[in-house]
């Protein structure tokens, strides 16, 4: 954790899956930004289903003309990590036209070198770019067993 980028970017699922698992090279938002280098990538606690079809349909689509490797499928819904860290990504850059397919926003962030975490880490997410680790969700005290419970 020590080793991670300071800010956060936070985008719903499932964007960030197809940012780390299935290429997705931009990040289209309304607003540009000049921030560069590798931030760590949050994934948004809240996804609909709509959402979640959404995507789908875009990498369908994408596919057409853009083959993914052998064998990648998006997780089900209810598998997707939300509510925290699930990777970090390189912003390369910010433009307002790309010929990437995954370009379809105002402007998109460049995203290269994306890489999941072997761990996931609960951080209450924020908008815009924040520091994550001043957000990081309250860790449980130790599993104490509940009154009646057996041991």
Not at 79 to 104: H, K, M, N, Q, Y
Not at 131 to 143: G, M
């Amino acid at each position: 954790m020590i080793d991670l980028p300071d800010l956060a970017i936070s985008v719903r699922q499932p964007w960030p899956w197809a940012i780390l698992h299935g290429g997705k090279d931009i990040e289209n938002r309304d607003w540009p930004t000049k921030i560069r280098g590798r931030v760590c990538l949050h994934a948004s606690k809240g996804m609909t289903r709509d959402e979640y079809e959404d995507c789908l349909a875009t990498v369908h689509h994408i596919s057409l003309t853009h083959p993914f490797k052998a064998g990648l499928t998006l997780p089900a819904f209810e598998e997707l990590p939300r509510g925290g860290i699930v990777g970090t990504v390189e912003i390369a850059g910010c433009v307002a036209d790309s010929a990437s397919p995954w370009f379809f926003g105002r402007y998109g962030f460049v995203l290269r070198n994306a890489e999941p975490l072997d761990e996931f880490i609960p951080v209450k997410g924020a908008l815009g770019f924040f520091k994550w680790r001043d957000q990081l969700s309250a860790r449980p005290i130790a599993n104490t067993p509940k009154q009646g419970s057996l041991l």
